[in-house]
Nanobody, 127 residues
Framework: QLQLVESGGGLVQPGGSLRLSCAASGFTLDGYLIAWFRQAPGKEREGVSCISSSGGGTNYADSVKGRFTISRDNAKNTVYLQMNSLKPEDTAVYYC????????????????????WGQGTQVTVSS
């Protein structure tokens, strides 16, 4: 079965850090760009970051620039999202998506076709 599995979410205090992982099962991530999205209750899914298939290109939402870092390890078939200086407004379910094409996070619609999605991992930032 072809799937993505996110892990690493949890409860963290403001200012803390978490590292999310997105692991592929049943297929290799070679040739796929990976994007992270998040969705808070009552809000639309928003793009957080993406990384090109080569790893040479990345993109970040303004709200996370300087705090989050995306990386990939193709040998482990895994993409990571290092999240530092977390804020309560970062609270959401985080999803990863894999697709061939452009590294864009302007809309989740780009990933509605010809893409794989994970089931999501909850991140809660609260004191």
């Amino acid at each position: 079965q072809l799937q993505l599995v996110e892990s690493g979410g949890g409860l963290v205090q403001p200012g803390g850090s978490l590292r999310l992982s997105c692991a592929a099962s049943g297929f290799t991530l070679d040739g796929y760009l990976i994007a992270w999205f998040r969705q808070a209750p009552g809000k639309e899914r928003e793009g957080v970051s993406c990384i090109s298939s080569s790893g040479g290109g990345t993109n970040y939402a303004d709200s996370v620039k300087g705090r989050f870092t995306i990386s990939r390890d193709n040998a482990k078939n895994t993409v990571y999202l290092q999240m530092n200086s977390l804020k309560p407004e970062d609270t959401a379910v985080y999803y990863c998506a894999a697709r061939r094409g452009l590294c864009t996070i302007s809309s989740a619609n780009y990933y509605l076709t010809r893409a794989y999605w994970g089931q999501g991992t909850q991140v809660t930032v609260s004191s």
